[in-house]
Nanobody, 126 residues
Framework: VLLVESGGDSVQTGDSLRLTCVAS???????????IAWFRQAPGTTREFVSA????????GAGTSAKDRFTISSDNAGYTVVLQMNNLKPEDTAMYYC?????????????????WGQGTQVTVLS
């Protein structure tokens, strides 16, 4: 399974960004059965859960940082998961990673995911 993220950029406080994760190397049924998540990691910190979606059911989950500002969605035909981020703040600055291959219990646990992308950098200037 290959995950490729895109959409990261350097923006101003209050701006929006749309991050995209495209998955390949899996069947459509496997994609729909999986959980696709976004995590982020700033230098010197641990990886933080941002949001996740179950493409087959449409059920979503969000971490504290994402609630009310970020929205996750999936395009199952395109094996794509999108993270729409609005009203960005400097504390949102981090490398954002897409994760798949969920085998755990809690979506918020990075160790529960077996496949990771290379990340896309988001920088929010104050």
């Amino acid at each position: 399974v290959l995950l490729v993220e895109s959409g990261g950029d350097s923006v101003q406080t209050g701006d929006s960004l749309r991050l995209t994760c495209v998955a390949s190397g899996l069947t459509s049924s496997a994609f729909e059965r999986d959980v696709i998540a976004w995590f982020r990691q700033a230098p010197g910190t641990t990886r933080e859960f941002v949001s996740a979606i179950s493409p087959g059911t449409g059920r979503t989950g969000a971490g504290t940082s994402a609630k009310d500002r970020f929205t996750i969605s999936s395009d199952n035909a395109g094996y794509t998961v999108v993270l729409q981020m609005n009203n960005l703040k400097p504390e949102d600055t981090a490398m954002y990673y897409c994760a798949a291959g969920f085998t755990g219990t809690w979506w918020s646990e990075a160790n529960a995911f077996g496949h990771w992308g290379q990340g896309t950098q988001v920088t929010v200037l104050s």
